[in-house]
């Protein structure tokens, strides 16, 4: 693992993101990209509103009601002669693969796109376990050859440009350098095709299971999960229990606004259908498939009413796309498979304690509810997750930097209690940072306020603005 992926403190790792000029040139550039591709489709297409609506309806009706809907998924996907295992942790959903696999003999494993497998860490058992494990979605597949997890949930490569891909296929195949995105593919392709042609085991997530049908609806734009689900002998799904939705009649609510949404496309390019191993008579397909239903701290947020409502978000990605912090410091900052705003309010209850600090790393600016095609209201669900962690009876196990970010605020939150104070207090840092300020704004900050100006400049404090602000007269 290269030295700047390894495990660090939120903060450390933030920070980093943060000072990094290069990969936040990268992440504004195609957060922006994606965002002006959604606007064109969304103004072709004037429903889009209602969809999303309706959209909304059908998750909170499927979330009312999972108990009932996986039962009925679950009959008919064995009725098409699948094998479904329910997964209560990310454990028994890795042991269960991992036993399969190796009981079906299973040497070289091929994958399509799957969220849940990262955050079930699936991949390090099968490589222990001797399996040669390969991702087949491009941008999954670039980020496997670098070592690293993906770091946009929908964009795995977003952190890099075509020059550093370029590099990475000259430095680990040997062939001449090129920046083209046409021959890179191209290259992957020709590697990934006699990949899928050798592969015994095939996993790929899902992205809907339709509890009427017994169907697994996979979206993508490659056609590498279509390889991974039908080339080997082996097929398993895996999929979070909120996958699921009531009727076949649900599905066109939810391809119209993900396609939109997570890539900018009207649709995406493959929408399959999967419902069981190959019958007699069939010339492709697997010989047995498994569907793995993992709850993994899912039922814990169904028991919470202000958080049940993430169980709702469809993994678009759109919200890191507008989201200011997720554009700063990047997915890898996170340290969960779910970075970015749907990452803050899923990721305590699906990677643990270790990710409790995230409700914290948002500014509330709202973007990412506005933008949400579920209409999540995420600010609400991040300062439900605040009040719970800061409420707790247990003091939080929270890293000393967000300690000192603790203390700083309640020294703060005493002095506003103060305006007086703050006013004079203000008139004093007006006079000190005025020799220091450049066109209104102060670029290096004198200690104990440093750190605020390593990555950020500072308004030049203006006691006169401030005083016509306070007047009656103030415009708002
Ligand atoms: S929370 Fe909403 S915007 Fe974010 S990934 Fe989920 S569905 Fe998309």
Redesign the pocket.
Known sequence: MPESHKPRDFFEASAAGAADHELRRKLESASARHLEHFEQVRDEFSPYEAERTAARAIKQDAIGRLDELLVELAKKLEAHGCKVFFAANADEARGYILKLAQASGAKRVVKGKSMTTEEITLNPALESAGMEVLETDLGEYIVQLRHEPPSH?ITPAIHLSKEDIGNLFHEKFGIPYTPEPAELTAEARTRLRESFLRADFGITGVNFAIAETGTLVMVENEGNGRMSSTLPEIFVAIMGIEKVIPRLADLPHFLEILGR?ATGQKLTTYTNFIRGPRTAGELDGPREMHVVILDNGRSAMLADPVLREALM????????NVCPVYRHIGGHAYQSPYPG??GSIISPNLVGSAAAHLPFASTLCGA?KD????K?D?PRILLHLRWKETSSATPPDWPAAANRARAGARRFAKMARHPRTIRILGRIAAMILKPIAHDGWIRRMPPPFGNWTKIRDFPRPRPRARRAAESPDAKI
């Open positions: 949930i949404t978000c469809i993994r678009c990605g759109a919200c890191l705003p749907i990412c933008v949400c095609p579920v999540i995420i």
